[in-house]
């Protein structure tokens, strides 16, 4: 079993939470919110999950190693996965508490509260955990990282290093020039 292998509850009585989104790429933010995680659960599997809104600019394997190398000295407290259904259907499986969600500013708030009552009414014994992202980050996410990016922006600091060279090479053929 690899290190970021998923666990399963049943095996471990750990408390589990699963943190899901598209990750396209992680950003300190979502690092942040997975280190505020780690506080109250034993175990969090990052689990890279499908928007039908987005068309994501790295593939599930980018996806995958970027957040797997954002975390070099994780132990087996850190999971990282693919869903490819219904999340809540995942985070039972895999005998989850909860499904952590960070919030960032009062506009994220409509849309979480639709997908946390949505997926408790499919799925009641898994419950939506909200954590407040770090002050540094909440005016930060992917899209608006990947933006200033492509046009040639700063973006260290905003996101890991390796991140930020995987977003040079998308844009610039990790060639000089911008970020
Ligand atoms: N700091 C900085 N940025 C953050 C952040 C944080 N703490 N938390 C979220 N963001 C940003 C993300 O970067 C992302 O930015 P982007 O829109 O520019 O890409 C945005 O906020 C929200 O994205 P994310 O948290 O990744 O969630 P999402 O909306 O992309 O993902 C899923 C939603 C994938 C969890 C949801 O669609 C899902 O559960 N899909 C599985 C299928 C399913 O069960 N559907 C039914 C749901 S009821």
Not at 32 to 45: A, C, N, Q
Not at 54 to 74: A, G
Not at 78 to 89: F, K, M, P, S
């Amino acid at each position: 079993m690899s290190d970021y292998e998923p666990f399963i509850a049943e095996q471990t009585e750990q408390s589990i939470a699963v943190y899901p989104g598209t990750f396209d790429p992680i950003t300190m933010g979502h690092i942040d919110i997975i280190k505020r995680g780690l506080t109250l659960f034993d175990k969090v599997i990052i689990a890279i999950a499908r928007n039908s809104a987005k068309v994501p600019l790295f593939n599930i394997d980018e996806r995958l190693e970027m957040i797997r190398e954002s975390f070099p000295d994780s132990g087996d407290r850190i999971a990282v996965d693919t869903v490819g259904g219904l999340l809540v259907d995942y985070a039972y499986t895999r005998g989850a508490k909860a499904i952590i969600r960070g919030l960032r500013a009062v506009s994220d708030f409509d849309y979480e509260f639709q997908l946390a009552l949505m997926n408790r009414r499919i799925e009641r014994e898994v419950e939506t955990v909200f954590l407040m992202t770090g002050f540094r980050w909440i005016f930060i996410s992917s899209s608006i990282i990947k933006d200033a990016a492509r046009h040639g922006g700063d973006v260290s600091g905003l996101v890991p290093d390796h991140v930020c060279e995987r977003l040079r090479e998308k844009y610039f053929g990790g060639g000089q020039g911008g970020i």
